[in-house]
C-alpha cells in the first residue's frame, strides 16, 4: 500500500470493520435466541414487546404517612417523572412509565424487550423501585455521649433504654419503644431506633474462627453503641440520635454530586459524594465528636456506621460492608443511580401487583413494511446520488453507508434503543447527511466551471463548503447539546442520537470521501467528474416577489397554527392526553392486527392502541389477552353549570363488549356483605371473590413454608395463567366512582380495601386458597343513600363481565411540566442558535433571522397538519386516496418537529454563508446581493429537498401507521423548509435592516439655519 495513503486509509477503515464486526455479532446474537447477554440490538416496545410491571404506592404509607390534603394534592405525574429518571436518565433504553389513576396511585412500566438481558433489567428496575433514596447522616449513640454541660450522661441513657425495650414483643413492623424520659443531649438531638440493612447484618452474622456468632435477643451493648437483635423476626436494631430541629439533618438534598471509585482502606469501591455550601456546614458541626460513630441511613435503614475519624466538611464516602465482587459493584452502581436521581415522592410496593409480557406494539405487517420503506427509502437515495453524480455519488453513498454502519454500532454498543420512529429518524439524517456531499459537488462543479483543474477544483471545492458544513452541524450540535442538558427524557434521547450522527457525519463526509478522491486521483483512475445539473446559472428574481410571498406564507403560517390549536386534544394522541386502559381476555386466541382494526374500524373507539400480552414463557406470536388504551370521554356538568369532558371507562367496556360479544372469556363476581359491630370506624363489609376455583395448595409447594399463608403475589407467582379479575385495586376504583357520581368529596375517607387469601378445598377435597378482596364502608352524614346493597350491587355488576384485571383511567406519558421543559429545551435551542450566528456573522440579525424562519416552518407543518385532519374528517375519500387521516400529534410528531428545526436551519445557513461570500467586505445588503446567492445555492437546495423528501415519501407511502405521522410531518416540512429559507429568511434580513445605513437624525423643529 501507498506510504502517503496508509494512515488516511488505516485511519477511514478501522472504524468500518470495527462497527461491521460489532453489527455483526448484534445480528448472529439476535439471531440465536439461546445466546444471552454480549452485543444485542435492543429494540423497542413497538417492535419487540417488552414487560409491564404495574406498582401501587404502599397503602400504609398512603393512608398513615398522608394526610387528607397531603393526599389530595398528590402528583402521580411527578411520580412517574421520578422513576423514569431513576430508572432511564438518558432514555437510551426507551421505558414506558404511565400513571394510573386509582387510590391508592399506580404507575405502569413497560420495559423493552432486551434478548439475555430481560431478567437483569426487570430485577434492576425491581430494585430501584424498591428504594424510595431517602439519605440522611447521622450521628450513633454512644455510651460516652455528654450532655451540654460536659457531664457524660450515654450510659445511663442506655439504662434507661434497655428498661424501656425489656418487655417489648418483636414484630415485623414496629420500632423497639424508647424512655418517655432521658437525660437531655447537646445539639439537641433525639433517639431512634433504625434498623440495619441487610449488608450490614452479614457481617454482623460473619463467620469468625469458623464459627457463626450467635446474636443474642434483646437489647445489647457492644462497645460503645447500643443494639437490639429481633432474631424471631430477623430485624435488627442500632440506636442513634437525630437532630430535634429538621432543618439541621444532613440529608440526600444535601448533596451535590455522587459517583463510584476506589476508596476506604482496602481499595474497594465506595461511593463517593461532595456536598453544597449549605449542606458542608450542617456535615462539619454534625462530625464535630471525632472517634464517635456515625450512621449513613438510607429508606430508614444503617447501610454503615463507620468511625469518624476527623471532622468532615466537603465531602466523603459510603462503604458497603459485607459485600464483595459483582455483588458490591451492582450494589454501589445502584445506590449511585439512586442518590443521582434524588429521593422518589412516594414510597411504592416492593413487590409489583401485575407482570406480564407484552407483544410488539405493532403488528407484523407494520413492522415489515416499515422495515422495507427504511430499506427502500436508503436505496433510492444511493441509487439517486449515482445517477445524478456519477462516481462522486458512489463516493457519497461509500460515506453513506460508512455513516449508518458506525452510527448503528455506537447504539449498538452504548445499548441504545431502535424503534420503529427512530428507525425512520437514522434514515432521514443519512438523507439529511447528504447534503455536506452535495455542498463539497456543487462547489467543486463551480470551481470547474471556472476553469480549474480537477485538482485545484477538489480542493478548492472541499475548502469553500467547509465553513458552511462546519455552521450547518455545530449549529445542529448545539441544539441538541441543549436539548440533552435541559430538556425532558425523550428530548436528552433525541439530542443523543442526533449529536452522535451529525459528528460522524463530519467524519465521513469531509475525511473519507476525501481519502477516496485522492487515492483515486492519485492512482491516475481519476480524470473527470461527470455530473448532471438540474440548473445552469438561473438568474431567477425572487426577491422581486418577496412582499407577496412573505406575507402570504406569514398569514397562512398563523392561520394553520390556529387551526392546529382550535382542535384542541381532539388532535392530541394519547401520550399527551391520558386515556382510559382496559384488559380483555378472548377465549381463542388472535393476531393483534384483527384485534386493532375492528377497534378502530367506524371508530368504535377513538384514538385506539392495542398492545398483546403474554403469561408464563409465551412471549410473541397471537394472543388471548391484550390491553386497550382509548382516549373516550363523556360530558359532565359540575354543580355550577359548567361542562366537563372525563375519560369513560364504563363506556369503554361497553363498546368492547358489543363489538366482541361471546368472543370474549366471561367471570361473575361473587359478594357477601355483613353490618359491622357498632364501635367500629367503618359500618359495612363486604367479602368479593370472582367464580374461578381456588388454586390448588401443591401450586404453592417451594413458593410458601408448610403452614404459612400465602401472600397475592404468590398466589399470581404459583398460577401465573390465572386472570384476577378481582382486585383491590379494581373495586377501590369502582367505590371511589360510585361515590363520586354521588357527588361525595374524597371519598377515599369512607372506604377501606385490603387483599386477603383464603384457605377453601378443591371440588375433590384438596387443600387450596382462594383470593378474595375485603371492602369496608360507610356513608357520609346526611347522605341521600340509606340502602348500603346498592353498592354492593354496583361492585359485583362492574367486576362480572368480561375478565379483567385493569379498567382505569391513566395519565399522559408526557406530564404537563415534561411539556413545559421541553418547550423551555427549544427555546433555549433558538437562543444558541441566534448566538453562534451573531457570532459567525457578526450581526445579530442573522440569528433572529434564522429563528424566526425555524418558528414559521414549525408553525406551517403544525398548522397543515391540523388542516389535513380536518380535510380527512370532511372528505373521507379523497382524503384515503392520499393516505390522509385524522392525524394526532404523539411523540413521533414531535419528534419530526425537532428533526425538522435541524433540516430548516441547515438550509438557511446555507444561503445565509453564502450571502456572506458575495457581499463580501461590503457594509450594505441588498436585494441584488441576496438574489446571486439564492441562485447559486439554488442546485443544492434543490437537491438536498428532493433527497429527503424522496425518503420520507417513501415511508409515508409505504412505511405503515408506525411512521406515518412522522413521514407526513417531515414530508410537509422538507417543502416547507426549502421555500421558507428562499422567500422568509432572506426577506428577513432585509426587514431587520441588515446592512442598511442608519436613518440620519431629523432636525428639531425651530432649529436655525445655517449657510
Not at 465553513?467 to 447539546?481: E, G, K, M, Q, W
Not at 419530526?896 to 428545526?901: C, D, E, F, S
Request: proline share 5%; net charge neutral; charged share 20%.
Amino acid at each position: 500500500m501507498l506510504k502517503r495513503f496508509f494512515w488516511p486509509i488505516i485511519i477511514c477503515v478501522v472504524p468500518v470493520v470495527v462497527s461491521a464486526w460489532i453489527v455483526l455479532v448484534a445480528t448472529l446474537n439476535m439471531l440465536d435466541p439461546q445466546s444471552e447477554g454480549g452485543l444485542r440490538f435492543n429494540m423497542g416496545v413497538d417492535l419487540a414487546g417488552g414487560t409491564i410491571l404495574i406498582y401501587e404506592v404502599d397503602r400504609d404509607w398512603w393512608y398513615n404517612r398522608l394526610s387528607e390534603a397531603e393526599r389530595a394534592e398528590f402528583d402521580s405525574a411527578r411520580l412517574a417523572t421520578a422513576l423514569k429518571r431513576r430508572i432511564d436518565p438518558a432514555d437510551l433504553q426507551q421505558i414506558t412509565i404511565r400513571p394510573i389513576q386509582t387510590t391508592p396511585p399506580r404507575v405502569e412500566i413497560i420495559l423493552p424487550l432486551r434478548a439475555g438481558r430481560q431478567q437483569a433489567d426487570i430485577e434492576r428496575v425491581k430494585n430501584a423501585i424498591g428504594q424510595v433514596g431517602k439519605l440522611e447522616f447521622r450521628l450513633v449513640a454512644d455510651s460516652r455521649d455528654r450532655d451540654a454541660a460536659g457531664r457524660e450522661v450515654g450510659r445511663q441513657i442506655f439504662k434507661a433504654v434497655q428498661e424501656a425495650v425489656r418487655d417489648w414483643t418483636p414484630d415485623e413492623r414496629s420500632l423497639p419503644p424508647l424512655p418517655g424520659d432521658y437525660p437531655p443531649l447537646p445539639e439537641p438531638s433525639l433517639l431512634e431506633w433504625v434498623e440495619l440493612a441487610e449488608n450490614v447484618v452479614r457481617e454482623l452474622k460473619k463467620p469468625q474462627d469458623g464459627q457463626t456468632p450467635v446474636l443474642p435477643d434483646g437489647f445489647v451493648e457492644a462497645g460503645n453503641l447500643a443494639f437490639y437483635y429481633a432474631n424471631q423476626v430477623n430485624r435488627y436494631f442500632l440506636l442513634t440520635r437525630k437532630p430535634a430541629d429538621e432543618s439541621l439533618a444532613v440529608v440526600g438534598e444535601d448533596l451535590s454530586a455522587v459517583w463510584k471509585g476506589p476508596g476506604g482502606r482496602t481499595g474497594q469501591l465506595v461511593v463517593h459524594f461532595s456536598m453544597k455550601p449549605t449542606g458542608a456546614e450542617k456535615l462539619f458541626a454534625l462530625t464535630e465528636p471525632v472517634g464517635h460513630h456515625m450512621a449513613i441511613i438510607l429508606d430508614n435503614k444503617v447501610f454503615s456506621y463507620p468511625v469518624l475519624q476527623a471532622r468532615l466538611r466537603d465531602g466523603g464516602i459510603i462503604e458497603m460492608g459485607g459485600l464483595t465482587g459483582k455483588e458490591l459493584r451492582d450494589k454501589v452502581e445502584e445506590l449511585v443511580q439512586v442518590l443521582q436521581s434524588g429521593a422518589l415522592p412516594a414510597t411504592l410496593n416492593r413487590t409489583p401487583v401485575s407482570e406480564m409480557s407484552m407483544g410488539p406494539g405493532l403488528g407484523q405487517d407494520t413492522i415489515r413494511a416499515g422495515r422495507n420503506a427504511v430499506i427502500i427509502s436508503f436505496v433510492a437515495v444511493v441509487v439517486f446520488m449515482i445517477i445524478y453524480y456519477r462516481f462522486a455519488g458512489l463516493v457519497a453513498s461509500v460515506a453513506l453507508l460508512a455513516n449508518l454502519l458506525i452510527t448503528v454500532a455506537f447504539m449498538v454498543f452504548f445499548k441504545a434503543t431502535f424503534t420503529l420512529p427512530g428507525l425512520a429518524g437514522l434514515v432521514l439524517m443519512l438523507a439529511m447527511a447528504v447534503d455536506a456531499n452535495v455542498l463539497i459537488y456543487e462547489r467543486l462543479r463551480e470551481e470547474r466551471d471556472r476553469g480549474a483543474s480537477l485538482i485545484l477544483a477538489l480542493r478548492n471545492g472541499y475548502e469553500r463548503a467547509l465553513p458552511t458544513i462546519l455552521d450547518t452541524h455545530l449549529t445542529s450540535i448545539f441544539t441538541a447539546v441543549v436539548l440533552y442538558v435541559v430538556g425532558n427524557d425523550q428530548l436528552k434521547g433525541f439530542g443523543v442520537s442526533l449529536t452522535v450522527g451529525l459528528i460522524i457525519s463530519l467524519f465521513t463526509a469531509l475525511y473519507m470521501t476525501r481519502v477516496m478522491f485522492n487515492l483515486w486521483q492519485y492512482k491516475g483512475w481519476l480524470t473527470k467528474l461527470s455530473m448532471l445539473r438540474f440548473f445552469h446559472k438561473p438568474n431567477l428574481d425572487f426577491m422581486r416577489v418577496r412582499y407577496y410571498w412573505f406575507t402570504a406564507t406569514v398569514l397562512l403560517s398563523i392561520l394553520g397554527m390556529a387551526v392546529f390549536l382550535i382542535r384542541g386534544e381532539k388532535g392530541l394522541a394519547i401520550d399527551f392526553t391520558g386515556g382510559t386502559g382496559y384488559h380483555i381476555v378472548f377465549k381463542e386466541v388472535k393476531p393483534i392486527e384483527e384485534v386493532r382494526r375492528r377497534l378502530s374500524e367506524r371508530e368504535v373507539l377513538p384514538d385506539v392502541t392495542v398492545d398483546a400480552l403474554y403469561r408464563g414463557e409465551q412471549a410473541a406470536g397471537n394472543s388471548r389477552e391484550f390491553i386497550v388504551r382509548t382516549t373516550l370521554r363523556k360530558a359532565v356538568q359540575d354543580p355550577s353549570g359548567r361542562v366537563h369532558f372525563v375519560f369513560d371507562p364504563e363506556e369503554v367496556k361497553r363498546r368492547v363488549m358489543e363489538t366482541f360479544g361471546d368472543e370474549l372469556e366471561y367471570v361473575q363476581a361473587q359478594a357477601q356483605s355483613r353490618e359491622l359491630p357498632p364501635d367500629h370506624v367503618m359500618r359495612w363489609e363486604v367479602e368479593l371473590t370472582d367464580s374461578d376455583p381456588p388454586i390448588p395448595a401443591d401450586k404453592l409447594s417451594g413458593i410458601v413454608e408448610e403452614g404459612k399463608t400465602p401472600t397475592l403475589a404468590q398466589l399470581r407467582q404459583a398460577d401465573v395463567q390465572r386472570i384476577f379479575a378481582v382486585t383491590s385495586t379494581r373495586v377501590s376504583g369502582l367505590v371511589s366512582r360510585w361515590f363520586a357520581d354521588r357527588q361525595v368529596a374524597r371519598p377515599d375517607q369512607y372506604y377501606t380495601v385490603e387483599d386477603r387469601v383464603r384457605s377453601e378445598t378443591t371440588s375433590d377435597g384438596h387443600a387450596a386458597w382462594r383470593p378474595v378482596v375485603i371492602l369496608r364502608y360507610r356513608f357520609p352524614e346526611n347522605f341521600s343513600e340509606t340502602d348500603p346493597n346498592h353498592l354492593v350491587q354496583f361492585l359485583a355488576e362492574g367486576l362480572s363481565g368480561p375478565k379483567s384485571e385493569l379498567l382505569e383511567n391513566f395519565d399522559s406519558q408526557v406530564a404537563r411540566e415534561v411539556q413545559l421543559t421541553a418547550l423551555q429545551a427549544i427555546v433555549l435551542s433558538w437562543l444558541a442558535i441566534i448566538g453562534y450566528l451573531w457570532f459567525r456573522f457578526g450581526n445579530w440579525t442573522f440569528g433572529v433571522a434564522a429563528v424566526l424562519c425555524l418558528i414559521h416552518d414549525v408553525m406551517f407543518s403544525a398548522g397543515l397538519l391540523g388542516i389535513a385532519s380536518y380535510f380527512a374528517e370532511l372528505f373521507p375519500t379523497i382524503s384515503s386516496w392520499l393516505l390522509l387521516e385524522q392525524f394526532k400529534m404523539d411523540l413521533s410528531g414531535v419528534a419530526a418537529l425537532l428533526t425538522l428545526i435541524g433540516f430548516s436551519v441547515n438550509d438557511t445557513i446555507v444561503v445565509f454563508d453564502r450571502i456572506r461570500e458575495v457581499r463580501g467586505k461590503s457594509p450594505l445588503l441588498t436585494p441584488e446581493m441576496i438574489n446571486e446567492s439564492i441562485n447559486q445555492t439554488l442546485s443544492r437546495t434543490i437537491l438536498t429537498s428532493f433527497t429527503a423528501f424522496l425518503v420520507v415519501f417513501v415511508l409515508y407511502v409505504l412505511g405503515g401507521p408506525g411512521v406515518h405521522l412522522f413521514s407526513f410531518l417531515m414530508m410537509v416540512g422538507v417543502v416547507v423548509g426549502t421555500y421558507s429559507s428562499i422567500f422568509v429568511a432572506s426577506p428577513l434580513l432585509l426587514i431587520l435592516r441588515e446592512g442598511q445605513p442608519a436613518e440620519p437624525a431629523r432636525a428639531t423643529v425651530g432649529q436655525a439655519a445655517r449657510p
